[in-house]
């Protein structure tokens, strides 16, 4: 199946997987910013906003799964499986940060909470180059 007859079939729940999986992408991706951030000024602001961006990027993740799981189920688009463990794992890892920090401080953020959030951005685009079906990046 061609990208071209993918979006045909159903343009409305491949845009929907598209929309719900680029929040979490952009948010993990700015979650590792704001670590880094924090790990050269220690100004807790910082923190705080890692600690929001993964909470956006872990709702906004979940309903992307679902939604890609759906859609593989019912053969209408989707990753390839692998590009969908990879997503789970990402999205798994997501949840160990946010874990991660919750707690105070330094702490929150060094040695851990930059190391799984470095992991995270890793394995989203490892996930998002496997993941591609027909020229199109799921």
Do not use: K
């Not at 105070?104 to 993941?131: E, H, K, Q």
């Amino acid at each position: 199946m061609t990208l071209y007859t993918m979006l045909v079939s159903h343009p409305l729940s491949y845009a929907v997987y598209r929309f719900f999986s680029s929040f979490p992408i952009a948010c993990f991706f700015l979650a590792l910013l704001t670590d880094v951030a924090f790990w050269q000024t220690t100004n807790l602001i910082w923190l705080h906003f890692s600690e929001w961006l993964l909470l956006a990027g872990l709702v906004f993740g979940a309903v992307a799964i679902i939604v890609a799981l759906i859609a593989l189920v019912a053969r209408w688009y989707g990753p390839t499986w692998f590009g969908l463990l990879g997503q789970g794992t990402a999205f798994a890892l997501a949840v160990l940060n946010s874990f991660i920090h919750t707690a105070d401080g330094w702490t929150a953020v060094m040695p851990y909470g930059l190391t799984v959030s470095i992991a995270t951005v890793l394995v989203m685009a490892v996930a998002g180059l496997a993941g591609r079906r027909g020229g199109a990046n799921v």
